[in-house]
């Protein structure tokens, strides 16, 4: 589920520092999306939303629902908010992290790079470069565009000649008026799907910077987060 999330937030950081472009798109899928997307997102000074994530684990019939608020704001602070089941707040600056849960009296203090092994959603954060660089844009099934209303880009890891990619592709749903991201859905290779819906989005509203700052307690304890493999 770590994995997933960093994803995420790699996905909504780099789109919103112009980190992340689409480039050009493939026949089938509207380059004036691409256009909009990207448009959208280089203007956006701010966000603020509240989301639901779901992960489907592969082989068991329920998965494990969470929500909360997510905070950005240029350049590089996000604060995500977990509300429900449990409160969990995630800070990130640039490739910093700092995770911390109240009940356990404990923040854990790492990167970006040690939450997932796979080097292309990190790249998206860090590098200027294309989202083309690491995925490739294709024309969404038609199980992936459902309501036809919506505009859906479907981004499908490019083979690195190293490890297999641990995702298969990534859904982004998008607002057919504003196009900001409403949902990213990621199906892994192990047959996993995390799912985060966005809503009451706002944008440029002038999210206080120090909101996203994180000041440790006095009372808590202070871990190195452990890198995944």
């Given amino acids: 589920m770590m994995k997933a999330l960093k994803v995420v937030l790699s996905l909504i950081i780099g789109f919103t520092m112009n980190a992340v472009t689409l480039g050009a798109s493939p026949s089938g899928v509207s380059q004036s999306v691409v256009d909009k997307v990207e448009a959208q997102y280089s203007k956006t000074k701010d966000l603020q939303a ?6 489907l684990f592969d082989g068991f019939e329920t998965g494990f629902s969470s929500s909360g608020k997510l905070y950005l704001k240029k350049p590089g602070l996000l604060r995500w908010d977990y509300l429900e089941p449990s409160k969990e707040q995630i800070y990130v600056d640039g490739d910093q992290v700092l995770m911390y849960v109240p009940d356990h009296q404990q923040v854990v ?29 294709v024309d969404s099934s038609s199980e992936d565009r459902g309501n036809k209303k919506i505009p859906v880009l479907t981004l499908v890891p490019k083979s690195t000649g190293e490890k297999p990619p641990t995702l298969k592709k990534i859904v982004l ?6 196009f900001l991201i409403q949902e990213i859905t990621l199906f892994e290779a192990s047959g996993n799907v995390s ?11 002038g999210v206080s910077a ?18 995944l493999r």
Avoid: C, W, Y
Avoid at 195 to 205: E, G, K, P, S, T
């Fill in 50 to 55: 509240d989301f639901t994530q779901e992960t």
């Fill in 195 to 205: 799912r985060v819906a966005f809503d009451h989005i706002q944008v440029n509203q």
């Fill in 109 to 137: 203090k790492g990167t970006l790079t040690q939450l997932a092994a796979s080097k292309g959603p990190l790249a998206l954060l860090q590098d200027a470069g294309t989202l083309s660089q690491h995925f490739s844009v």
């Fill in 210 to 227: 120090r909101l996203l700052q994180f000041e440790v307690p006095s009372d808590v304890v202070v871990v190195e987060m452990p890198a």
């Fill in 173 to 178: 749903k998008l607002s057919p008026d504003s």
